[in-house]
């Protein structure tokens, strides 16, 4: 069982910037992925960005430049640095680790709001 807490969200004007964090219960170093992903009104879950536990990125094409993803693995901590938020950028975010890839076996954190809006 992991349990991850997400924090950093809120309301941020267009340009602006905001660092989300994703702390989880135990030792990130063996987690296959771990990432954020986001929700808006009306749509579906989609990847913001991963990072690998060798260190390998990505991030989903509207995010590049303007996103980044980073981990802490003596904090047991992901970050998610976002800059020149725009309001398409608003909804849920919520952090995800895979900790197996067959079978599959993922936890997710409760969500964190954020809303691009002047």
């Known amino acids: 069982q992991v349990e991850l807490v997400e924090s950093g969200g809120g309301l941020v004007q267009p340009g602006g910037s905001l660092r989300l964090s994703c702390a989880a219960s135990r030792s990130i170093l063996s987690f296959v992925y771990m990432g954020w992903y986001r929700q808006a009104p009306g749509k579906q879950r989609e990847l913001v960005a991963l990072?690998?536990?060798?260190?390998?990125?990505t991030y989903a094409d509207s995010m590049k430049g303007r996103f980044t993803i980073s981990r802490d693995n003596a904090k047991n901590t992901v970050y998610l640095q976002m800059n020149n938020l725009k309001p398409e950028d608003t909804g849920v975010y919520y952090c995800?680790?895979?900790?197996?890839?067959?079978?599959?076996?993922?936890?997710w954190g409760q969500g964190t709001q954020v809303t691009v809006s002047s």
């Open positions: 995800n680790v895979k900790v197996r890839i067959l079978p599959p076996l993922d936890y």
């Open positions: 990072v690998a536990s060798g260190g390998g990125l």
